[in-house]
């Protein structure tokens, strides 16, 4: 298997010195370890080497590992792919925060299933700062509407926000786009979590503010497929 151990102490190298360049403490800064499609033994070596989240995409994939492997239970899972209505109830209860709540539909269903359970879930609001077709998540504009509505249910607790640019070959030319999330964050949900940034831009994710960085093959090297 790929050194995790030895990829992760680069990955926090890469942190330490982006968040240094923009007067930020490093600490803040959680790498949440993608490992959609990787083997279970995946999850245990990074948590070994210090890890302490870990993301799944599928909703099945995500409980089945949370069951089936071994490790300290302080690890914490994150739930950072797109998520349907009709598989909210196979998250709640197994997962510790949902990164990409993108309509309000969603966020009433997760407070229903979470209110059965006796639970208040964490989520983060997806919004589409880019204004892409192609990628869900709210509008700029309507995100005011959906902090509102979870602020006022009991068992849904909007932690911070998240998003997903384009695919740019510059990784700084998504600078702009965190920017504009850090910005919304601070108007909408100040002090909460800003999860941007993934393998190919984390280092420019960090400089505008990313609390949470996505960061799946430079840990373990590309996905199997």
Request: hydrophobic share 45%.
């Amino acid at each position: 298997m790929t050194d995790v151990a030895a990829n992760y102490a680069a990955v926090r190298e890469q942190i330490d010195l982006a968040a240094a360049r923009a007067g930020r403490d490093a600490s803040e800064v959680r790498v949440v370890a993608v490992t959609k499609r990787q083997p279970d033994q995946a999850t245990v070596v990074a948590h070994a080497a210090g890890l302490a989240d870990v993301g799944e995409n599928f909703a099945q994939e995500l409980v089945r590992k949370r069951g089936a492997i071994d490790v300290a239970a302080d690890l914490r899972w994150h739930f950072i792919g797109r998520l349907q209505t009709n598989k909210v109830k196979l998250l709640i209860g197994h997962t510790d925060l949902i990164h990409a709540v993108d309509n309000e539909k969603l966020v009433r269903e997760i407070d229903r299933r979470a209110a059965a359970l006796g639970v208040v879930q964490d989520f983060l609001i997806a919004v589409n700062v880019a204004g892409e077709d192609s990628k869900s998540g709210v509008a700029p504009d309507q995100l005011e509407a959906v902090v509102a509505l979870a602020a006022e249910l009991s068992s849904v607790r909007c932690t911070g926000l998240m998003t997903m640019p384009p695919l740019v070959d510059d990784p700084d030319g998504n600078r702009p786009h965190f920017a504009a999330l850090r910005d919304l964050r601070d108007r909408s949900v100040p002090g909460g979590e800003l999860s941007m940034g993934t393998t190919g831009d984390y280092p420019a994710a960090v400089a505008e503010g990313a609390t949470l960085v996505r960061v799946g093959t430079a840990l373990f090297g590309p996905r199997p497929s």
